[in-house]
C-alpha cells in the first residue's frame, strides 16, 4: 500500500460556543485526493468541524476555539496567516444552495475579481469550471441568465463550479444534496467522483448510502467525539464499535 | 352560546366594519381636498410666487422650498443613516450597549418632531450659526429623519439571509467586500423604499422647520442655501389660519394641500415602483 499524503488535520481541536462544549479533543487527518465522509446523528459536531477548516466560526462571537488546525504544514488559525488566504484554499460548498441573486457568469465571475484573477483569463476559467461541474452543457447559451431561475440541482453545481473555479486544494461540502431530489444528487455525486482527482474532499451527510457510495473514508462522530476512522467498506461492513453499529444500521440517529 | 357560524360571521363583520370606516374617513378627506383645492390648481399656481399680500398668484418658492430642504435633508441623512445602519447590523457584536443604542434609536423615532424643531434652533441656527435658512431646516430634518432610515435599512439587511454572506465569505471575500457586493445589493430594494417613505414623510413635517428656516413671505426663489425659505407644509398652515384675509385664501390653501398631497404620493409611488421592479427582477 502507497503511503498516503496527510493534507488537512487537527491536533488536539476543542471548540465551545458559549458554554457548550462542542468539538472535545478531535485528532483526524484528511488524505490527499480522497473523498473523507463525516457522518453521525444531528448535533454530532460534524459540521461545526468542517467549517473550522475554512474558519467559518470566525465570526461567530461566543466561539472558542483551542487546539491546531492544519493545511499540509501550515497553521490555520496562525496570526499571520489571512482568513481570505485560507478560503481561497480551502472552498465551501454549503447545505441550501446559496448562488448570488445574480447572473449565472458573474456569480463564478465574482470569486474571480475579489481574487484579483486578471480580466483577461477569468471568461476561460469560468468556461472551465462550468464544465467540470457538469453545467456547461445546460447553460452555455445563458449565461447571462439570473442564477435563481435555474432548478436546485444546477444551483448546487453552480456553487461547486464558483468554488472550483478558484483551485482550491480543499473542497468542504455541507451536507451538499440534503434539498435535492434523487437524480440531482446522483449528478452532485458523479461529480464529487470526478473531482477528487483534482481535489482533497470532505462531505458532511446524514445519508449513509451516500457516504457508501462518493467517500473513501469515513469518520463517525458522536456528541462531539470521533468514535471510529476507517476506510469507508471497512467501516460500514466491519464496524469496530457498538456505537457505530448501532448507528450505521439504523438504530438511532 | 352563539353558533360558531355566527361567530365567524361576526368577526368578520367587525373586520369589515373597520376597514370600511377607515376607507370611509380618508375618501372624506381626498374628496374634500380635491374638490375644494382643483379649481384653484393651475398651470401658474405652481409656476408663479404669491401676488398682492398672497390673495393671489402661486406657491412656486414654497415647492421650491420644500424640494430644497428634502434634497438636504437626503443628503444629509442617508449616507449616516445607511452607513450606521451597516455599522450596527454587520459589525457590531451584540451586547447590552449596543442593545442599548438600538433603542434609543427607535426611541429617537418617537420623539415629537416639534422637539427636533427646537434643537435645531439651539445647534444648527444658534450653535453653529447657520442662521435661519435652508441648511438649518434641511439639517434639522435629516435629524429627524436619521433614526427611521437606520431602522428600515437594518431591516432591509436582516432580510439578507446569512447563506448570502457565508457564500461570499466563502470564495475569499472579506467582510467588507461580502457587504458591499452582495449584502448591500440584495438589502437594496428595501434600503431606498425606507428612504423614499421616511424622505416623503420629512418633506411634509412643519414642526422643526418653524424655528430653523421657514419663512411667512418671500418674493424671489434664489435656491441659496443660507437664506430662509418658503415650505409648502407652513405655508398651508399659515394660509390657514394666521391669514388676515381666510375665507378669502382659503382655496388657495387647499390647492396647497392639493399640491403637497401630490409631491407626497409621487415619491411614494417612486418606492413601489422600485419594489416593483426588484420583484420582477426575482
New interface residues.
Given amino acids: 500500500m502507497t503511503e498516503e499524503k496527510i493534507k488537512l488535520s487537527t491536533q488536539n481541536l476543542n471548540l465551545w460556543f458559549g458554554n457548550k462544549h462542542v468539538l472535545k479533543n478531535i485528532n483526524a487527518a484528511f488524505a490527499e485526493n480522497k473523498v473523507t465522509a463525516l457522518i453521525g446523528p444531528s448535533g454530532c459536531g460534524k459540521s461545526t468541524l468542517l467549517r473550522s477548516f475554512?474558519r467559518?466560526h470566525d465570526?461567530t462571537?461566543d466561539a472558542r476555539i483551542e487546539g491546531k488546525l492544519f493545511l499540509e504544514s501550515l497553521d490555520l488559525y496562525d496570526k499571520n496567516i489571512s482568513v481570505?488566504?485560507v478560503?481561497?484554499r480551502i472552498?465551501?460548498v454549503?447545505q441550501?444552495a446559496?448562488?448570488?441573486?445574480k447572473s449565472i457568469y458573474d456569480n463564478i465571475n465574482?470569486?474571480l475579481k475579489?481574487?484579483d484573477i486578471p480580466q483577461g483569463d477569468r471568461k476561460g476559467i469560468v468556461e472551465n469550471a462550468l464544465k467540470e461541474s457538469y453545467l456547461w452543457e445546460e447553460v452555455k447559451d445563458e449565461l447571462n441568465k439570473?442564477a435563481?431561475r435555474l432548478s436546485g440541482g444546477q444551483q448546487q453545481r453552480l456553487?461547486i463550479a464558483?468554488?472550483v473555479a478558484?483551485r482550491p486544494e480543499i473542497i468542504l461540502m455541507d451536507e451538499p444534496c440534503s434539498a435535492l431530489d434523487p437524480i440531482s444528487t446522483l449528478k452532485i455525486e458523479d461529480l464529487i467522483h470526478s473531482l477528487k482527482d483534482k481535489y482533497t474532499i470532505v462531505i458532511v451527510t446524514h445519508n449513509m448510502q451516500q457516504a457508501q457510495r462518493v467517500s473513501d473514508k469515513t469518520i463517525f462522530m458522536y456528541l462531539g467525539d470521533i468514535i471510529e476512522e476507517a476506510d469507508t467498506a471497512e467501516l460500514f461492513n466491519n464496524p469496530q464499535k457498538e456505537l457505530t453499529q448501532n448507528y450505521i444500521s439504523g438504530h438511532f440517529g | 352560546m352563539i353558533s360558531k357560524k355566527t361567530g365567524a360571521f361576526l368577526g368578520w363583520f367587525v373586520l369589515l366594519l373597520c376597514t370600511g370606516t377607515v376607507c370611509f374617513f380618508l375618501g372624506i378627506i381626498l374628496a374634500d381636498l380635491i374638490t375644494k383645492g382643483w379649481p384653484a390648481l393651475s398651470w401658474e399656481f405652481i409656476s408663479s410666487g404669491p401676488t398682492e399680500g398672497m390673495t393671489t398668484g402661486g406657491i412656486l418658492p414654497a415647492i421650491v422650498g420644500t424640494v430644497l430642504t428634502t434634497v438636504i435633508t437626503a443628503i444629509f441623512a442617508v449616507p449616516f443613516g445607511v452607513c450606521c445602519a451597516i455599522y450596527l447590523n454587520e459589525y457590531a457584536?451584540?451586547t447590552s450597549f449596543s442593545r442599548l443604542i438600538r433603542a434609543s434609536i427607535r426611541n429617537l423615532s418617537g420623539v415629537p418632531s416639534i422637539i427636533y424643531g427646537l434643537f435645531g434652533l439651539a445647534l444648527f441656527v444658534q450653535g453653529l450659526s447657520l442662521g435661519t435658512s435652508v441648511l438649518s431646516a434641511g439639517l434639522t430634518l435629516g435629524l429627524l429623519s436619521l433614526p427611521y432610515i437606520i431602522t428600515t435599512t437594518e431591516e432591509a439587511l436582516r432580510r439578507v439571509?446569512a447563506?448570502?454572506r457565508?457564500?461570499?465569505?466563502?470564495?475569499?471575500?472579506?467582510?467588507f467586500?461580502s457587504i458591499r457586493?452582495?449584502v448591500l445589493?440584495?438589502a437594496l430594494p428595501g434600503i431606498l423604499t425606507g428612504v423614499v417613505l421616511t424622505l416623503s414623510r420629512a418633506a411634509g413635517e412643519t414642526a422643526p422647520i418653524l424655528f430653523t428656516g421657514a419663512a411667512f413671505y418671500i418674493t424671489g426663489t434664489s435656491g441659496a442655501l443660507n437664506q430662509e425659505f418658503m415650505a409648502l407644509p407652513y405655508h398651508l398652515y399659515m394660509l390657514s389660519t394666521q391669514h388676515q384675509a381666510i375665507e378669502q385664501v382659503r382655496p388657495l390653501a387647499y390647492a396647497t394641500a392639493l399640491v403637497l398631497l401630490i409631491v407626497i404620493v409621487l415619491l411614494n409611488l417612486t418606492a413601489f415602483y422600485i419594489r416593483y421592479k426588484h420583484r420582477n427582477?426575482?
Avoid: H, W
Fill in positions: 475554512n467559518m465570526l462571537p481570505t488566504q478560503r481561497k472552498g465551501m454549503f441550501k446559496n448562488p448570488f441573486p465574482y470569486g475579489i481574487n439570473p435563481t456553487c464558483r468554488t478558484l | 457584536k451584540d439571509p447563506s448570502m457565508e457564500a461570499a465569505l466563502g470564495l475569499g471575500a472579506t467582510q467586500e457586493d452582495v445589493p440584495a427582477n426575482d
